[in-house]
């Protein structure tokens, strides 16, 4: 049966704060780390917005660029403790092209795909490592739910050709995902500026949008080589050599042996998974980064959209394979995770939302931070044990032995 398994706080750990600049409008889709020392204590990165009129330009409605606040629990997550008195990371927010650089962690002048909107956080270690994926804009958008303007209003005429500097990437204002290193220490003492350094981009915005992208903890073996491995959600997958006739929503694995590599052909793609459920009919996507629960096993979250069900989640194994890419064992098919108290449904935007991007685990108990209704950040809870055992249930395909 269906487990009973998940607790959802009464109301939101987080909401808009009316008159904050940075998060007046949204606060939404957190993810979470445990302190290092502290073990009662959980760190927040969560994604907010608010019309900016100080960056708007002549003839326009004011932008709303993404920000990444900061927040901090002391009892694992039920209450929490928001700073709003300034953005953890802010996008610069230039419409100049000579403006929109930035210093990487080699000490290189980038260009800054992070400049106006940095979306949806996911924290992850890989070897001893903090980073931080984001899903970024190079030039911020309006009021979307509203429909008066599209994502590409304030794209500036030097970028509305596809021979500009920085191609296609610029004239779509199209999703890149960027990756930072994080300071862990620094971030708990809210020392925002010394916190991230830029790292790069993980995807090709130009060849289509791409989101939901984050690493697995571990190198792997693929190919005969030792590389970092990451899911991702390409929003058009026949533009990957593995999608090609993919008509359906898709996840994808990517390795590289070296960061910089996975916008390049050095890359090598694989096909994770496919929407075969109708919760999944328009969109599938990794929901937080993969988490061991064995030897060879991981523990992956991710989510579906359906046209009229909106966002929801559920879970699948995976387990290692030598020498390739892990592959699904087991797939729920079931949504097991929905909006459904007040707060978690549709309000200012019509789609119903309930979309996790982090999760920590303490004792057995998982801990899980969640967007609700695109605009305030909730908290749930699982018992790891007993949501492993209801996935093994069901076969790479959902179905059970009695099917």
């Not at 940075?22 to 204590?41: G, I, K, Q």
């Not at 804009?137 to 979307?144: K, T």
């Not at 003492?189 to 060849?207: E, K, M, N, Q, W």
Request: with cysteine; aromatic share 10%.
């Amino acid at each position: 049966m269906k487990p009973a398994l998940f607790h959802y706080m009464r109301k939101p750990a987080i909401e808009p704060r009316a008159g904050c600049p940075f998060a007046d409008t949204m606060v939404l889709n957190p993810a979470l780390v445990r302190d290092p020392v502290a073990e009662n204590t959980l760190h927040m990165l969560f994604r907010s917005t608010g019309p900016w009129p100080q960056k708007r330009l002549p003839g326009k409605l004011d932008p709303y660029p993404i920000f990444l606040g900061y927040a901090r629990s002391d009892d694992l997550g039920r209450t929490w403790e928001a700073d709003f008195s300034r953005p953890a990371l802010a996008p610069t927010l230039e419409y100049e092209l000579e403006k929109l650089q930035i210093r990487d962690v080699e000490g290189q002048s980038v260009v800054n795909y992070a400049n106006a909107q940095i979306e949806d956080p996911r924290i992850f270690p890989v070897e001893g490592q903090w980073y931080v994926s984001a899903a970024c804009r190079l030039f911020p958008g309006g009021a979307y739910w509203t429909g008066e303007r599209p994502i590409t209003d304030y794209v500036p005429a030097w970028a509305a050709t596809e021979d500009n500097p920085v191609g296609l990437v610029a004239t779509r204002n199209a999703t890149t995902s960027v990756l930072f290193r994080l300071d862990l220490s620094r971030l708990i003492r809210r020392d925002y500026g010394h916190a991230f350094s830029y790292v790069g981009p993980l995807t090709d915005g130009s060849i289509c949008e791409n989101r939901d992208v984050y690493l697995f903890p571990e190198r792997m073996e693929v190919a005969g080589k030792l590389q970092y491995v990451l899911i991702h959600r390409p929003e058009q997958p026949d533009r990957f050599a593995v999608g090609k006739g993919i008509e359906k929503p898709a996840m994808f694995m990517a390795a590289a042996e070296r960061l910089k590599d996975f916008v390049t052909g050095k890359a090598e793609h694989t096909l994770m998974a496919t929407g075969i459920f109708d919760w999944e009919s328009s969109r599938i996507g990794g929901s937080w980064p993969p988490l061991r629960i064995s030897p060879r096993e991981w523990l992956v979250s991710y989510h579906g959209r359906n046209e009229t069900l909106g966002y929801s989640q559920s879970f699948m194994i995976m387990q290692d394979r030598e020498n390739d890419f892990p592959k699904i064992m087991h797939r729920c098919p079931e949504r097991l995770m929905v909006p459904a108290r007040k707060w978690e449904l549709p309000d200012k935007f019509g789609c119903p939302c309930l979309f996790t991007t982090g999760g920590v685990l303490v004792g057995d108990t998982l801990i899980m931070g969640y967007g609700a209704a695109d605009q305030k950040a909730g908290i749930a809870r699982v018992n790891l044990h007993d949501l492993v055992a209801y996935v093994r249930q069901f076969d790479a395909q959902g179905r059970t032995s009695r099917e």
